[in-house]
C-alpha cells in the first residue's frame, strides 16, 4: 500500500444479523433518511407563520406522505438506475431488476419519483403542491447524508485515483490504487453543507412563496453534484460520456454531470419566477 494512503475501514455491510434475517447499512441510510425527513417535516409543518396564505398540512398529512415519498424514492431511484446507468446488463437479466438489496440507486431517479409522488399526493389532499416540494427539499439532505455515508461504508461508487492525496483510501474492490473517498465529499456536500443551507433558508423565507425553497435545493444540489463528480470515478459500464480524466482531475463528463445540468436550469428558473411572486395563489384560491 501506498504510503499516502490510508487503510479502508473493512465495516462489515450487514449492521445486524439474525440466522438469514439480514438488515444492512445500506437500508438503514434510507429508514433513517425518511424517519429523519419526517420527523423535521412535521415540526415545519406545525409552523403557522411559515405558511401564512396557504393551507397548513396536518399532522397526519405528514404521516402519510411519508409513504408516498418512500415509494417513490424506491421505485424512480431502481428505475433511474436502471435506465440511466446499466440497461444493458438489466435487459439481458430483467429479474436482476427485483434486487434492490444488492444496490444500484440512482439520484436522479429517486428524486423525480419523489416529486411525482409528493405532486399526486398534495392534489389528493388539497394542498399546495409547490409548497409541499419546498417542504420535501428542506428535509431531503437528511437521507443524502446517510445514503452517502453507506455508500462509502458499502466501499462503492469510490473516487478517482489521488496517488499524492494524503487522505486517499485503498477500496477492497478498486484495486490497489489510492483513491478520492468521494462519497465522503458527496455526503459534506449534498448533505451537511445543503442542510445547512437549506434550514437558513426555510427560516428566512418560510413557504410564503411556493417553489423557490425547492429551486434552491434543486440548484444547490446539482452545483454540489457536478463539483463531487469531478473526484468520484464513472461508473465502469459507461466510463465518461465526453472527454476523458487527466489524473485525478480532469475535463471528463460523466453521466451524474450530464443529469444535473437540467436540475440546475430547472433550480435557477424556479427561484427566478418565486422569487417575483409569480407562484403566489390568490387568497380565493387557497380559500376553496
Sequence with gaps: ???AALSFPMIDPVAVSIGPFAIRW???AYVVGLLGGWCYAKRLAARADDWAGLRQPKPLDIDDLIVWVAFGVVLG???GYVLFYNFGAYLSQPLEILAVWRGGMSFHGGFAGAVLAIVLFARARNLNPLAMLDMAAVVTPIGLFFGRIANFINGELWGRPA???????VFPHAGPVPRHPSQLYEAFGEGLILFIVMAIAVRRFGFRRPGL????FVLGYAV???????FRE???QLGFLFGSSVGALGGGITMGMLLSVPMALVG???IWIAARGYTRPSVAAEAA
Design 1 to 3: 500500500m501506498p504510503l
Design 213 to 216: 425553497l425547492g429551486g434552491i
Design 163 to 169: 496517488p499524492d492525496f494524503p487522505y486517499a483510501v
Design 234 to 236: 464513472p461508473d465502469a
Design 268 to 270: 435557477a428558473a424556479a
Design 77 to 79: 431511484g431502481r428505475l
Design 224 to 230: 454540489a453534484r457536478i463539483v463531487c463528480e469531478f
Design 26 to 28: 445500506y437500508a438503514l
